[in-house]
């Protein structure tokens, strides 16, 4: 399921970037530009990052 739009970013590529040592909305942003343009989607994105972190 898309989180971000503007950035065509999966919950899913935000849990390979978790996988692959991301770990603040700074890294997801800088790796995929999650957040980057509109917005709208820092606060799903934060909470995927939260489920991916705590799988981890
Ligand atoms: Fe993510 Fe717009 S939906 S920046």
């Given amino acids: 399921m898309y989180v971000c739009l503007c950035k065509a970013v999966t919950d899913k590529d935000i849990h390979r970037a978790v ?29 995927v990052l939260g489920e991916a972190l705590s799988t981890q």
């Fill in 19 to 47: 996988s692959q040592g991301a770990c603040s909305m700074r890294c997801l942003r800088q790796l995929n530009g999650v957040g980057s343009q509109c917005g709208r989607c820092v606060g799903h994105a934060k909470e």
